[in-house]
C-alpha cells in the first residue's frame, strides 16, 4: 500500500496563494500518474491536477491556468506539489493526493487530506 500524508493547507483571502505538499511512501511502483483531489462537504471527491509519469499534466478546467502540479522522486519517496494561485472561494475543499496504479486505478487508502479555506 502507498502511505500518502498532506500538508500545506490554511487559511487565505481571494487572489492569495498556497502550496500543498504531498509525501507518497510504501508501494511506489507501476504508478502511472499522480494527482490531487478536492473535496467540499456533500459532494463527490473531484479531481483537479494530475500529472503522468512521462510529465504530462492535465487540470480541471475550474483551476485551468492558475493551479500547478508537479512531482519530484527520491530514492522511497515521493513528493508531489499542488501550486495554487489566484485562489478563489470556491477553491475552499480539503484538498488530498493519491496515485494512479497501472491497471488498478487509484489507490483505495487516501491521507487525512490539507484543508484549504479562501476568503472572500
Known amino acids: 500500500q502507498v502511505q500518502l500524508v498532506e500538508s500545506g493547507g490554511g487559511l487565505v483571502q481571494t487572489g492569495e496563494s498556497l502550496r500543498l505538499s504531498c509525501v507518497a511512501s510504501g508501494r511506489l511502483y507501476s504508478i502511472n500518474a499522480v494527482g490531487w483531489y478536492r473535496q467540499v462537504p456533500g459532494k463527490q471527491r473531484e479531481l483537479v491536477a494530475e500529472?503522468?509519469?512521462?510529465?504530462?499534466?492535465?487540470?480541471a478546467d475550474s483551476v485551468k491556468g492558475r493551479f500547478n502540479i508537479s512531482r519530484d522522486n527520491a530514492k522511497s519517496t515521493m513528493y508531489i506539489y499542488l501550486q495554487m494561485n489566484s485562489l478563489k472561494p470556491e477553491d475552499t475543499a480539503v484538498y488530498y493526493c493519491?496515485?494512479?496504479?497501472?491497471?488498478?486505478?487509484?489507490?483505495?487508502?487516501w491521507g487525512q487530506g490539507t484543508q484549504v479555506t479562501v476568503s472572500s
Open positions: 493519491n496515485v494512479l496504479y497501472d491497471g488498478l486505478g487509484w489507490a483505495s487508502n
Open positions: 500529472i503522468t509519469s512521462g510529465g504530462g499534466t492535465s487540470y
